[in-house]
């Protein structure tokens, strides 16, 4: 069973950084982490979940919302079985539960909460 773990958030100031984990285990079939494109979405009070941010299993290809590029960095690591969401220049509009997302499983983790807050 495909386990997806987030931590790393929490209350910051605007203007702070953040850094989120996230950590998947648990593949099966002969498949491992590095099998698998991974994202990022998050889901305000009140509004729909929405893409942060994806990476590629091979080539590292990233691709970002346009609210958080220049901003945001996706990165991961297939020795760790991890992928990391670097959050800079964070503002009020980011506060949100954050999710990782393993595709083509279709598997999400339990969320990790960013609050951006004066």
């Known amino acids: 069973q495909i386990r997806v773990v987030e931590s790393g958030g929490g209350l910051v100031q605007p203007g702070e950084s953040l850094r989120l984990s996230c950590v998947a285990d648990?593949?099966?079939?002969?498949?491992?982490?590095?099998?698998?494109?991974m994202s990022w979405y998050r889901q305000a009070p009140g509004k729909e979940r929405e893409f942060v941010a994806s990476i590629t299993n091979v080539y590292l290809s990233t691709r970002y919302a346009d609210s958080v590029k220049g901003r945001f960095t996706i990165s991961r690591d297939n020795a760790r079985s991890s992928v990391y969401l670097q959050m800079d220049s964070l503002v009020p509009e980011d506060t949100a539960m954050y999710y990782c997302?393993?595709?083509?499983?279709?598997?999400w983790g339990q969320g990790t909460q960013v609050t951006v807050s004066s």
């Open positions: 648990g593949f099966t079939h002969g498949y491992t982490f590095r099998h698998y494109d």
């Open positions: 997302y393993v595709q083509g499983p279709a598997v």
